[in-house]
């Protein structure tokens, strides 16, 4: 895939915001923990990217995509208030905000789910969060 690819430009641009927004770097230590592929003994909390799917989403007459891009935050703090108040930062940085994809202007990115439940190690929280977005070339 090319920068030029809409969901690649989609991801770019809401890891540029997380990691521009200082009360979710508050929230996470102080430093960007945003990753498409944690690196090994990467302190908690921190947001990964997960699941994506891009669909085709063009009209008769102009091409456009519908994404669904799934963000997860992990925490290990006592209880779910650390993971539910990251994903309300995250929320708050990404609902309805104007970003800009590389090449692609956002037609909307909605929030639509949060749940958050205890790990199977029994001692992580994480919080899963889907958006979804339609874009179309710029």
Known sequence: MSAADPAIALQSAIVTAL???ASLLA??????????????RTPLPYITIGQTIARDWSTGSEPGHEHTVTLQ????????RQAVEIAGAIRAVLHDR???PAGHRLVNL????TET???ADGVTYRALMRLRAV????
């Open 135 to 138: 874009t179309e070339p710029a």
């Open 98 to 100: 104007p970003l800009a």
């Open 110 to 113: 909605r929030h639509e789910y």
């Open 73 to 80: 935050v992990w925490s290990d703090a006592h209880g779910r």
């Open 117 to 119: 439940r205890r790990d």
């Open 27 to 40: 929230l996470t230590g102080g430093a960007p923990r945003i990753f498409d592929d944690v690196p090994p």
């Open 19 to 21: 990691a521009g927004d």
